[in-house]
């Protein structure tokens, strides 16, 4: 059997699998990619396209995978309500490992974020939870999809003899064009039209969440943790929470991203704003911004996801993270808040995404 270790990247397009996958494959692994769609990732090694919602189509697609020594599952999919996430996203995670049936799997993570500690969608922030969130926090009452997919990976750790490792980011800040949850490429659209239009640049969440402690998650150092846990044995069978290692608020880092864009910071209105609502005329403001300064034609609604930049800044609760469980196993790495966004406005600029 060879040593050589080979990766399964399960939504290698998005935030936490391109990252993943990244460095993985920098650092001298075989990296095996999977996603909906047949794409060319230049550093993937192999491409499978698989709806891991079609049980038999995903388990003929994963033969391809079997040689997999590593699993990386970094995908969740939005449905209509709790019940039928929880049945989506267990059946994905189940799906994947009948399609690996054969495979020399050592070990599987899975990436899924702080809806462990504040609930569904559903039933999300109905209690306040103790902050920092702690890793050994019990399970809060109700369905929750992250919990299902847990089950799922726990008993097919057990049945099949590999470790396992769970991941809870908060906010990813990182670079990829069309991905649901980007904050930092929404916040650069909004200042980029700000600016644009003379808007005020004005904060637009919660005053709980303006002057809460809080702190973010940059895909970087999340891929670092996953290639850390994947690799110590002494990481074993165990969550990890992962952030960047500082905390802030946002009455400060606003000002920051503010002064990258040369922009003034507005008088905050003491109650949300929101995005949604604001940026409605954001699709043709866009067209005019990317005919002034001869940017890629890229649609807002590729760029900007408003909603969940919404939902993350208009929490009326103070969430920040604990990374016990890492740190006390020597997970020692750390990344400033402000060059999260800072760098992935500096790329952004570089590929003419937005205004320089």
Request: glycine share 6%.
């Amino acid at each position: 059997m060879s040593s050589k270790n080979i990766a399964l990247i399960v939504g290698a397009t998005g935030l936490s699998g391109s990252y993943t996958g990244r460095l993985l494959k920098n650092n001298g692994w075989e990296v095996v990619t999977v996603s909906r769609s047949d794409v060319d990732l230049d550093w993937s090694d192999r491409h499978i396209a698989a709806d891991l919602t079609n049980a038999a189509a995903s388990k003929a697609a994963l033969a391809a995978a079997g040689d997999a020594t590593h699993v990386f599952f970094c995908i969740w999919s939005r449905e209509v309500d709790e019940a039928e996430n929880v049945r989506v996203n267990s059946m994905m995670v189940q799906n994947l490992f009948d399609g690996l049936e054969g495979a020399p799997i050592k070990h599987a993570a899975l990436v899924t974020g702080l809806k462990h500690y504040l609930g569904s969608f559903d039933d999300y922030a109905q209690v306040a939870p103790y902050t920092p969130f702690l890793e050994s926090s019990p399970r809060l009452p109700g369905l929750n999809f992250y919990y299902s997919q847990e089950d799922v990976l726990f008993e097919q750790a057990k049945k099949r003899g590999f470790t396992w490792s769970v991941h809870r980011p908060h906010t990813l800040i990182g670079l990829v064009i069309g991905n649901a949850m980007n904050m930092a490429v929404t916040l650069a659209v909004y200042a980029s039209i700000c600016k644009h239009t003379g808007r005020p640049f004005v904060y637009p969440g919660s005053p709980e969440q303006y002057n809460a402690v809080t702190d973010v998650t940059d895909a970087r150092i999340l891929a670092k943790q996953l290639l850390w846990a994947a690799t110590t044995p002494e990481a074993a069978d165990t969550p990890f929470n992962i952030v960047n290692g500082d905390v802030f608020r946002w009455t400060w880092l606003w000002a920051r991203i503010a002064e990258y864009f040369d922009l003034e910071v507005a008088e905050y209105p003491g109650q949300p704003t929101p995005l949604e609502g604001q940026m409605t005329d954001a699709a043709k403001v866009w067209s005019e911004i990317v005919a002034k300064h001869g940017l890629q034609d890229i649609p807002v609604d590729r760029l900007a996801s408003w909603w969940h930049s919404d939902a993350d800044l208009g929490r009326d609760i103070q969430c920040f993270t604990d990374m016990t469980n890492s740190r006390a196993l020597g997970f020692t790495e750390y990344q400033q808040t402000p060059h999260s966004f800072f760098d992935v406005f500096d790329a952004l600029r570089a590929q003419k995404i937005i205004p320089a």
